[in-house]
Each structure stands twice: as C-alpha cells, then as structure tokens.
C-alpha cells in the first residue's frame, strides 16, 4: 500500500517552493513543477 506524507512548513513561501519538485493538482495528479509556469 501507498503511505502518505503530509509536511507543513511554515517560512518564506519562496524559499518553501524551490524545494518543492512537485505538486498537487485540482484532480489529485501528481505534477512535476515547471519554473517556466
């Protein structure tokens, strides 16, 4: 079975999102990030 990982990280937003890779979108499909976006 799939195990969950919830994080929540308080801090500057953008030093929270360049150690992001990915994302949730409005679906549940995971998304990689695009800097281009």
């Known amino acids: 079975s799939e195990s969950d ?3 929540h990280w308080k ?5 929270v999102l360049d ?9 549940g499909s995971i998304q990689q990030i695009n800097p281009d976006k």
Do not use: P, R, V
């Not at 801090?11 to 030093?15: H, I, P, S, V």
């Not at 150690?19 to 679906?27: H, R």
């Open 5 to 7: 990982i919830h994080i």
């Open 19 to 27: 150690s992001c890779t990915q994302y949730l979108d409005q679906d």
């Open 11 to 15: 801090g500057a937003a953008e030093l």
